[in-house]
Structure formats: C-alpha cells, structure tokens
C-alpha cells in the first residue's frame, strides 16, 4: 500500500507549482495508528519514506480512531488548512458497525470530496488498499 501511495503522491506532487507540498492523512484507526501508535502509522512512514526520496512533504496525520465520516466532514476545515495540497483519504467501515445509514455515509463521503474538490485540494482514496491488502491476508491483528 504505501509503494502504491508513495508513487500517486510523488506524481501528484510534480503536478503542483510549489516546492512543497501539504498532505493530510484523513480517517479512523487504521490512519490514526491503532495498535501501532502514531510514529509506525502510514501517515509517518510516508513522510520518511517521501523525504528520504528528496520531496519536501510534509503529511499530517488527521486518523481519529473510531471516527465516522460524520465527524470527518465536520472537523475537515480544521485538518485540511490552507495550502493543503493532497487528502489521502481512508474513510473505512466505522459508520457501518456504527449503524449509520448506507444512504447518510454515501452523501457524507460526497460532501467530503465536494468541499475538497471545492478548494482544489486532490483526494487519494485510500480505501481500497486497504481492503485489497486485507483480502489478500495482509493483516495484522489489533
């Protein structure tokens, strides 16, 4: 997974004009860090992994565990400031085992990409890494 987003960040990252780039990691425990903490999450091993490559990126780690794309839209303004560059957005399957509506969760993931589109931040959805990684056996127990 992290060669797949490594190589969409970099690519991502020539397209822009400035020489840096602001990327924000956004979504529940699996970008938070559950079971491993914040340092091994993805979000901090990207941006090794990006600076060790000579790319000026710097990758905010906005996973709260458990959160549900009801409580990403809401603080998404306050974790994607300006200048942000790049979403990397792992949403995963909280609202489901929450209960929320199939229909809700759908129209919170548009207004998430609606409003990001909005401020021309670019979104990598994440997401099907993960379950691709998790069907092939690529999974490590809590």
Not at 9 to 25: G, Y
Not at 31 to 45: D, L, Q
Not at 103 to 110: G, I, K, W
Request: aromatic letters at 4%; a positive charge.
């Amino acid at each position: 997974m992290l060669r797949s987003l490594i190589l969409i960040c970099l690519v991502t990252f020539a397209a822009t004009t400035n020489c840096s780039a602001q990327i924000v990691a956004l979504g529940a425990s699996n970008t938070a860090g559950y079971g491993v903490g914040a340092s091994a999450a993805f979000p901090a091993v990207l941006q090794e992994l990006l600076r060790a490559k000579g790319q000026p990126m710097t990758v905010s780690n906005a996973g709260v565990s458990g959160d549900t794309t009801g409580g990403m839209l809401s603080r998404l303004s306050s974790v994607a400031p300006d200048g942000t560059k790049i979403v990397i957005l792992q949403i995963g399957g909280n609202d489901r085992r929450k209960g929320i509506s199939e229909a809700e969760a759908a129209a919170n993931r548009s207004e998430i990409r609606k409003r990001l589109h909005a401020r021309g931040i670019r979104i990598i959805e994440a997401d099907s890494y993960v379950w691709s990684a998790l069907r092939s056996g690529l999974r490590q127990p809590d």
